[in-house]
């Protein structure tokens, strides 16, 4: 990317002006892209190289349109990961690396999607599923027809953003139980059961949805 700050600024820094490509780390030394840690980037940022940002973007943007596509309709999914990485290029200066940087991202996003909803309401929580089943939830793809994708977006956002997490760490994130357990820092056995409740909150709206049509 070309685009440089000036006098220090983002604000009317435009992440989306231009294409960004594999092109936009030349300027970040000659380390090879696999070993510059987040950490390394997010400095070379805070010192003005906005390079650094198209790496971080680079990296991140297909997990993060991943996690949206899920509870996002398909139309909106362009623009509520976009308002993302705005709000990225705006905030990641008070980013002080108290957590992974992907931890970040994760909760900016989370907090995103519940902007793009505002409020929604909160049912009882149903009885948990067995894990067996609570594993076969349909995979949000391109494969499903659109009106399964969109029962599934709406399925997703409208549980509580605790169920929401979980499935997607375990479905888009592609993360074990014993990563989310790390991540959220709950023990292995209340993070299984708590996505477990979450399947069945998930199979019970998918129900609901279904009847209604």
Do not use: C
Request: net charge neutral; charged share 30%.
């Amino acid at each position: 990317m070309e685009q440089k700050l000036a006098s220090g600024s983002v604000d009317s820094y435009d992440p989306f002006a231009t294409p960004l490509t594999t092109k936009s780390s030349e300027n970040a030394s000659m380390i090879p892209r696999s070993v510059v840690s987040d950490e390394h980037l997010i400095q070379r940022f805070k010192q003005g190289d906005m390079d650094a940002f198209s790496s971080l973007y680079e990296r991140y943007f297909p997990g993060v349109q991943n996690r949206v596509r899920y509870v996002i309709p398909e139309a909106d999914i362009e623009d509520v990961t976009q308002e993302v990485f705005i709000t990225v290029v705006k905030s990641l200066h008070t980013f002080r690396g108290e957590s992974l940087f992907s931890t970040w991202l994760r909760t900016l996003t989370n907090y995103k999607v519940a902007e793009y909803y505002r409020k929604r309401n909160r049912k009882q929580d149903p009885r948990e599923v067995p894990m067996t089943k609570a594993e076969l939830i349909p995979d949000e793809s391109d494969s499903l027809p659109m009106e399964d994708r969109i029962a599934l977006r709406r399925a997703m956002a409208s549980m509580p953003e605790k169920y929401r997490d979980v499935v997607l760490m375990r479905f888009s994130d592609g993360m074990q139980f014993d990563e989310i357990a790390r991540t959220t820092g709950t023990n292995l056995e209340a993070t299984k059961s708590l996505f477990r409740r979450a399947v069945t909150a998930l199979r019970k709206n998918l129900e609901d949805y279904h009847d209604q049509r």
